[in-house]
């Protein structure tokens, strides 16, 4: 018999840290989008870092920090009652960090792809910050919104290096299905190994196509 | 009244600019800013409005302070009544053409006014379509409606009919005349149509490297040799063509060329693209009716 629990810790997994990453990452665009600082650069550069930085050296970084031994882990533990190594809450926290570009990006470049006379338009109407966001720039780039959950969706569900870190390999807890294909093949379990890629596999694929059908224009009927 | 006394600088592709403007506007009155590009017309507008802030200044608006930089008092663009018709439109692909205009009500404002500005500015075919799909002129008149949805006082055109045809500019120069009447409002226009400008303003201000140059009636501005003419028009020179021992001159008026012929004293001073006057003193001119 099939274990389905990793496939389905990974989707949970996936969908929170989607959730989580889209309202943050929208104030995190507009600012980027607006802002004057001289520290924007800095800013960029390190929510870009998870692209390029190894997982494992952010996973490495979340153990030590997040650690009871460690005086921020402990604290965390102590006044929040919230232990973030080997646990879910853990995983989500290190996700919602490592596929923070692939949900600031598109939703940063749509937003400074509008013109800044809609927003201007809106301002000189009386109407505030947030109004304006919500109903008039967010809705003009649901492209770059879909794009953005898409990516940060279906990168979440292909993290090895910072879960193996920080999660461990918890049976149910934090043993997610890229983890769990590691695990069987360690084994010499190849049949349960391929059930696992497969799904993943064909998961991703269906994402990313229906993404680039809706953007592309292909689905334009039944989008609108 | 409005009271403007500000100064800014402007950082532009040909260096920086010293924007330096004292200007009172009176209540109703239909003024234009007149210059050539970079001037600072458009910032002069953008700080009006609250969406650009000066270094220095004062603005002051019937007996309401706006700006100023002494009691570091900055009215964000929300809380001035200001209503811009943006070059681009600024139009919301979002929603329909109604949709737009009601997104810029005030919270718990009547609607009646969206049936009206509608019926004024005749949208009433257009109301359920959506902006992307109209052309230029139809996509300035939403603009020019929404713009008034919030009932300002002060409406601010940024060359809002330079992208449009000669017919459709005619148009929609009666709308803001209209409108300009209608909403009793004090209105600032940008423009570079000299024709556009004396149908239009009361009054303009003719800018130069920020700092006003000289205002007026468009009369005196533009016709300062104060013919005593019958009849005479402004247009643009052409070409300039000599023929044996006299000159002609093409001159463009609206749309139509007219061949105007010039001895040499006269186009010494001449050159393609000078606005010029034409007039005439001597002769009865003859009316026909076309249409």
Aim: aromatic content about 10%; proline content about 4%; overall charge neutral.
């Amino acid at each position: 018999m099939l274990d389905w629990d990793p496939l389905i810790l990974t989707f949970e997994l996936a969908l929170v840290t989607t959730v989580i990453l889209l309202f943050i990452s929208i104030p995190i665009a507009q600012w980027l989008v607006k802002t004057k600082s001289g520290i924007k650069p800095v800013i960029e550069a390190l929510v870009s870092m998870p692209l390029v930085l190894p997982p494992t050296v952010l996973g490495f970084y979340f153990l030590i920090a997040f650690s009871p031994s460690n005086s921020f882990g402990a604290w965390l533990n102590e006044w929040l009652g919230i232990k973030l190594v080997f646990s879910f809450e853990g995983l989500v926290v290190a996700s919602v960090i490592y596929s923070l570009p692939f949900m600031v990006q598109p939703i940063q470049s749509g937003l400074a792809a509008l013109p800044a006379t809609l927003s201007e338009a809106a301002y000189v109407m009386g109407k505030s910050k947030i109004t304006t966001l919500f109903r008039v720039l967010l809705p003009n780039i649901k492209k770059s919104l879909l794009t953005g959950i898409v990516l940060a969706f279906a990168h979440t569900i292909g993290e090895f290096g910072v879960v193996l870190m920080i999660g461990g390999n918890i049976p149910g807890k934090t043993k997610v299905a890229s983890i769990a294909i590691y695990d069987e093949v360690e084994a010499l379990n190849y049949e349960a190994a391929n059930f696992y890629s497969l799904t993943l596999f064909a998961i991703t694929f269906i994402i990313l196509l229906t993404v680039y059908l809706i953007n592309g224009g292909y689905l334009k009927r039944f989008w609108k | 009244m409005i009271t403007l006394q500000f100064y800014k600088k402007l950082a532009a592709a040909a260096g920086d600019l010293d924007l330096e403007i004292a200007l009172n506007i009176q209540k109703g009155e239909l003024i234009t800013l007149y210059g050539p590009s970079g001037v600072g017309k458009t910032s002069c507008l953008r700080i009006l409005a609250g969406l650009m802030s000066p270094d220095r200044g004062r603005i002051k608006v019937d007996d309401t302070i706006w700006f100023d930089s002494d009691t570091k008092k900055n009215s964000s663009p929300q809380e001035r009544s200001v209503g811009f018709l943006f070059q681009d439109y600024a139009l919301f692909p979002n929603m329909t053409v109604r949709e737009n205009l009601e997104f810029a009500l005030k919270k718990g404002q009547h609607k009646g006014i969206i049936n009206e500005l509608i019926e004024v500015i005749e949208l009433g075919d257009l109301q359920h379509r959506n902006p992307m799909t109209l052309s230029g002129g139809q996509k300035q008149r939403v603009a020019l409606a929404r713009a008034l949805v919030h009932k300002p006082k002060i409406l601010l055109l940024d060359e809002p009919l330079a992208a449009l045809d000669y017919h459709i500019r005619q148009k929609l120069q009666t709308y803001i005349h209209e409108v300009h009447k209608e909403f009793s409002l004090t209105t600032i226009l940008i423009s570079h149509d000299i024709g556009e400008i004396v149908k239009l303003s009361d009054r303009v201000i003719v800018l130069e490297d920020g700092k006003i140059l000289k205002q007026d009636t468009p009369q005196v501005i533009f016709m300062s040799k104060q013919l005593s003419g019958k009849f005479q028009f402004t247009g643009e020179v052409i070409a300039i063509e000599q023929e044996e021992v006299v000159y002609i001159v093409t001159v463009l008026i609206h749309n139509s060329l007219i061949k105007v012929v010039a001895d040499s004293s006269e186009v010494t001073d001449l050159t393609i693209g000078d606005k010029v006057v034409v007039a005439s003193k001597a002769f009865n001119p003859i009316l026909y009716k076309i249409e």
